[in-house]
């Protein structure tokens, strides 16, 4: 029960945590965090957290012209977080479904918090059927097969999670995976 409730949150945080306003100053959010106690000088920054995941990437993914449907960004005293999602354009008349690309990424003043949060959503997801991936220092996909894809990944302090929901004719599996590992070795 708790792994379904910890499962159910991270699909439901992940899919609609970008109902935000777009902030394209990141900085904004670091001077924020040391306000709240965070030791921000210790975040590495991997440059603006927009250009991780660009429209083109969510275009080679869902397989069709798509546009940038949300964006946000947040930070606590323990991380700074940036959201987002691409949707594609228009309906795929054979499956009857839009295909939506969501980003969430993370970065953690200390690597065990950032340890602690990839352990808990992977154990979550571990009984779901996961499979583990050699990209930065931990990953793993998950899939339904008919629904979505989904794939964290940790390198050092810094989680990100990439999910596809609503899988069309036109999605490309192999193309989420390039893009994850494009985005992995960005940080």
Avoid: W
């Avoid at 700074?80 to 354009?89: D, E, G, I, S, V």
């Amino acid at each position: 029960m708790m792994t379904n409730l910890l499962y159910l949150t991270t699909v439901i945080v992940t899919a609609l945590s970008c109902n935000q306003p777009a902030s394209s100053d990141f900085s904004n959010h670091k001077q924020e965090t040391a306000a709240s106690g965070g030791k921000v000088e210790d975040l590495p920054h991997a440059g603006n957290p927009g250009n991780l995941l660009i429209l083109a990437d969510a275009e080679m993914i869902l397989g069709e012209p798509a546009h940038l449907s949300d964006s946000s960004t947040s930070a606590s005293g323990e991380a700074l977080f940036y959201h987002c999602a691409y949707t594609a354009n228009s309906k795929d008349g054979k499956s009857g479904k839009t295909g939506v690309v969501y980003f969430l990424f993370e970065i953690y003043n200390d690597v065990a918090p950032a340890q602690k949060k990839y352990t808990t959503i992977m154990k979550a997801n571990e009984d779901h059927g996961i499979s583990v991936m050699e990209l930065g220092d931990e990953s793993y996909f998950h899939t339904d097969s008919v629904n979505f894809y989904f794939i964290m990944v940790r390198k050092n302090n810094k989680v990100f999670n990439m999910k596809v929901n609503k899988i069309t004719s036109f999605t490309s599996i192999q193309q989420f995976k390039l893009v994850a590992k494009k985005i992995t070795d960005a940080l």
